[in-house]
């Protein structure tokens, strides 16, 4: 079993930054690919950002050029560094671990950007 904690939501105006963080533990694999997700009010679940173990990234056009993931393997942590917020960046974000067929979920971390 795999538990993920995300933190480092929170209240920020538009432009603003944010960094988001993703602890695992448990039955964590530093060769897992981890991630993130997000799901605004009323919308699907977005995919936003995945990264793999060795580093390698691949971002949502939505987001591509202001949030940067990166992830540190001795403290299976992975992050999301959030810059030039906009209104349409409020969602829950949730990170996780695993591919589809095998994934784990943290309960999410709430991003609200004011105008």
């Known amino acids: 079993q795999v538990q993920l904690v995300e933190s480092g939501g929170g209240l920020v105006q538009a432009g603003g930054s944010l960094r988001l963080s993703c602890a695992a533990s448990?039955?964590?694999?530093?060769?897992?690919?981890m991630g993130w997700y997000r799901q605004a009010p009323g919308k699907q679940r977005e995919w936003v950002a995945t990264?793999?173990?060795?580093?390698?990234?691949i971002y949502a056009d939505s987001v591509k050029g202001r949030f940067t993931i990166s992830r540190d393997n001795a403290k299976n942590t992975v992050y999301l560094q959030m810059n030039s917020l906009k209104t349409e960046d409020t969602a829950v974000y949730y990170c996780?671990?695993?591919?589809?067929?095998?994934?784990?979920w943290g309960q999410g971390t709430q991003v609200t950007v004011s105008s």
């Open positions: 996780y671990q695993g591919v589809p067929s095998n994934r784990y």
């Open positions: 448990g039955r964590t694999f530093s060769f897992n690919v």
């Open positions: 990264i793999t173990s060795g580093g390698s990234t």
